[in-house]
C-alpha cells in the first residue's frame, strides 16, 4: 500500500477551551467595579469637635476604604479631603480637664481613646521609684513602623507633665490600663 493519507478531526474541544478562556479574560477585565459612598472630610475638624456637619459623601471603588458611619467626634484633628477612617471618630468626646498637656507615648495593645492610664516612671538602678502619673487616653492610632505597636495622645496633668515629658524622651516608662470589666474571660 502506497502511503496513506490520514486526516484527523480538527481539534474542536481545544480551540473552544481557548475561545472560553478568552471570554473570561475579557470579562474579567472589562466587567464593572463595585462603588460604594465613603465619607470624606470638607474642612478641617478639630479633636472632640462633631464631624456629621463637616463630611461629603463621595463614590469610590468598593472594598478600598473600610466602612464607616459618618458620625461621632473627631478622635483627632482632621483635615479637608481626607476620607473618614475607623479610628477618625469616637462615639463621645472626649473631655481633657483646662491646662492638662498631651503626650504620645506607646501604649498596650487593648488601649482605647477615653482610658485611664497610669504612666510608670522606670528609675535608674539604685535610685528611688517615682509615683505613677495618671493619664487620659484621648487617642491611638499605629505607629510609624509595624514593629512600633500602638501610640496613644495621652493628656497629663499640668504639675507631672514634664516629669513624663523627660521619662518618655529616655525610654523609662511602662505604661498601665485600666482593667475593663466587660470583656469578659
Not at 462633631?50 to 484633628?77: C, H, I, K, Q
Not at 505613677?132 to 484621648?138: A, C, K, N, S
Amino acid at each position: 500500500m502506497p502511503g496513506v493519507l490520514w486526516l484527523t478531526r480538527p481539534p474542536y474541544l481545544r480551540w473552544s477551551l481557548v475561545g472560553l478562556l478568552v471570554i473570561v479574560s475579557l470579562w474579567v477585565e472589562i466587567r464593572p467595579t463595585s462603588s460604594i459612598r465613603h465619607p470624606y472630610v470638607t474642612r478641617d475638624v478639630a479633636r472632640g469637635e462633631s464631624v456629621e456637619d463637616a463630611l461629603e459623601w463621595r463614590t469610590v471603588a468598593g472594598g478600598v476604604l473600610e466602612p464607616v458611619l459618618g458620625t461621632g467626634f473627631a478622635d483627632r484633628d482632621l483635615t479637608t479631603g481626607h476620607p473618614l477612617l475607623p479610628g477618625d471618630t469616637t462615639d463621645a468626646p472626649i473631655l481633657v480637664p483646662p491646662g492638662w498637656w498631651l503626650l504620645d507615648v506607646a501604649v498596650p495593645a487593648e488601649t482605647t481613646a477615653g482610658m485611664s492610664v497610669q504612666l510608670v516612671i522606670l528609675p535608674p538602678s539604685g535610685e528611688r521609684a517615682l509615683p505613677p502619673i495618671g493619664g487620659l487616653v484621648t487617642s491611638v492610632r499605629p505607629g510609624d513602623y509595624q514593629s512600633d505597636g500602638l501610640v496613644g495622645s495621652v493628656a497629663f496633668p499640668p504639675d507631672r507633665a514634664a516629669t513624663a515629658a523627660v521619662a518618655i524622651a529616655e525610654d523609662r516608662v511602662s505604661v498601665l490600663i485600666e482593667a475593663r470589666r466587660d470583656r469578659g474571660g
